[in-house]
């Protein structure tokens, strides 16, 4: 009882949050929506500045729908007895396999949550984008993109969850500790095969053609300490006419990925600065850092799960009667992100500290002025607001707004 009081307490708090949140992030964009910030009137046109506040408000009013309609289903998966209803359907069908059972389970629910967000996905991008004029989608793209993502969820992940169901099962008291090893393990192999092996599945990866621009990239990785692995052009625009960079690779060797729409925009200095920004973050080693905080994150959530699994309360207190393995995993999955929202500030806030530190590294390392430029043209050319509401962005952005980010590599620039 404690617990489900806990439990609707939580997602009733975070739903409030988002409300309110959301509230303020709106009237302040619309607030501002009349004027140019000081610091961006002479780069970014008026028209491109109310486009942006029209886009953002678009985006949120949607986003929180969208959350609004997940609290709702997540409420009638548990204590409203849908997931008791989903077992005892698979019950009578499954009864003797207890992991193929609780495989059917936990697939029968993770469609349900993907159907509710279908159609904001859709909506996303073929009303909300289509009218802002970025996207590049058809629907048989979007329907054949839909099929690739779902094949690609059951053949990665079936055998994971098979996997994961039979060591719950089997593997006596410990089990959380070799899923852990498997998990971890699994990660570590899809981070190495992503490059080459998923992401052409969804895009087309050519070689760099522009010699110009490919010394000067060769130059800076040099001067940083690496060596490319090759670099590469995304056809982005295909999907979004969004820009942006990114890298791949472990170690020193790294394989540079442009978006087209990217280079389309932005002259050689400017992507010089925007690497350099990117290389930022692997002298830093966010990467790494990342990547051992979701293993520590992972391990601790498996050890809880290893306990919550033996707690006749966590089944009851989240409407399942049935107690099971596999509907242990499944209330873990679903029930953890309401009581890891209230961290989502911290995670934020750790994240805008690297962007700072990789932007300093981007000054010294290539031009601050070009980052600047380079920034308020992917601003404005991405709608992306330059008035956030501050406390949405201190609770939610992964990066700092666009002013505060511009001063810090002004001073930079001198
Ligand atoms: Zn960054």
Redesign the pocket.
Known sequence: MTFTLTFISLVLASTLIRLWLAGRHVRHVQQHREQVPVAFDQHIALDAHQKAADYTVAKSKLGLTEGLVQAALLLALTLGGGLQNIDNYWQTLLADHAILRGAAVICSAMLLTSLIDLPFDYYKTFVIDEKFGFNKMTLPMFVSDLIKHSLLGLTLGGPILIVALWLMQSAGEYWWLYLWLVWSAFNLIMLAVYPSFIAPLFNKFSPLQDEHLKKRIELLLTKCGFKSQGLFVMDGSSRSSHGNAYFTGFGASKRVVFFDTLLARLNTDEIEAVLA??LG?FKHHHVIKRIVMLFSVSFLGLALLGWLMQQPWFYSGLGVDTASTYMALLLFLLVSPVFLFLLRPCMASYSRK??FE?DAYAAKQAQAKDLISALVKLYRDNAATLTPDPLHSAFYDS?PPASIRIAKLSAYAG
Request: a negative charge; glycine letters at 0%; hydrophobic letters at 15%.
């Open positions: 920004h990117e973050h690297n962007e990789a990066h």
